[in-house]
T-cell receptor
Framework: EPEVTQTPSHQVTQMGQEVILRCVPI?????FYWYRQILGQKVEFLVS????????KSEIFDDQFSVERPDGSNFTLKIRSTKLEDSAMYFC?????????FGQGTRLTVV | KNEVEQSPQNLTAQEGEFITINCSYS?????LHWLQQHPGGGIVSLFM???GKKKHGRLIATINIQEKHSSLHITASHPRDSAVYIC????????????FGKGTLLTVNP
């Protein structure tokens, strides 16, 4: 069965550093998403990406964040100058129709 | 903006019991989704509903569009059903982004 792959599974970073979270979506999917889940809280939408551009973003997705599809297969989320409150599980999802397939997540810990 | 509410937040059951988890939302949707999240975090889609009822094994999901309410039932619960069950809605259009509820932590004891 096709799956969405995320790397790394866990990343620890120093506050103020930049991190790049990587996702390999399912190959024939056209819609890509990043979601975030802070420990103990609900999953929140960050951004959706279609046709090589952002189609929607939440108020959380400010200038600190960016997304790219650099090579036609990977889908990345970059977080510049990480803050303690960026510590969360980040999920990538891809779909050709709802609800999409989720990756296993990257747990980001900012220290 | 859609608000998605789930109840209960926590549910403990004995093996074999019939489980019901409820979800309500505030604004019309194109579809409602039930998802499962195991310890360690991975999310798996269980159902997508736009009307009526769906069944998969011991899991049954129903939706009442007029009342903006859905239920997830688990028959003959088993300890391996222990997980967080999450209700999420998609609002329509071509953007399939999801708005999530807080989830229900289900623990099934042997």
């Amino acid at each position: 069965e096709p799956e969405v792959t995320q790397t790394p599974s866990h990343q620890v970073t120093q506050m103020g550093q930049e991190v790049i979270l990587r996702c390999v979506p399912i190959s024939n999917h056209l819609y890509f998403y990043w979601y975030r889940q802070i420990l103990g809280q609900k999953v929140e939408f960050l951004v959706s990406f279609y046709n090589n551009e952002i189609s929607e973003k939440s108020e959380i997705f400010d200038d600190q964040f960016s997304v790219e599809r650099p090579d036609g297969s990977n889908f990345t989320l970059k977080i510049r100058s990480t803050k303690l409150e960026d510590s969360a599980m980040y999920f990538c999802a891809s779909s050709d129709r709802p609800p999409g397939f989720f990756g296993q997540g990257t747990r980001l810990t900012v220290v | 903006k859609n608000e998605v509410e789930q109840s209960p937040q926590n549910l403990t059951a004995q093996e074999g019991e019939f489980i019901t988890i409820n979800c309500s939302y505030s604004v019309g949707i194109s579809a409602l989704h039930w998802l499962q999240q195991h310890p360690g975090g991975g999310i798996v889609s269980l159902f997508m509903l736009s009307s009526g009822k769906k069944k998969h094994g011991r899991l049954i999901a129903t939706i009442n569009i007029q009342e903006k309410h859905s239920s997830l039932h688990i028959t003959a619960s088993h300890p391996r059903d222990s997980a967080v069950y999450i209700c999420a809605v998609s609002g329509g259009g071509s953007n399939y982004k999801l708005t999530f509820g807080k989830g229900t932590l289900l623990t099934v004891n042997p």
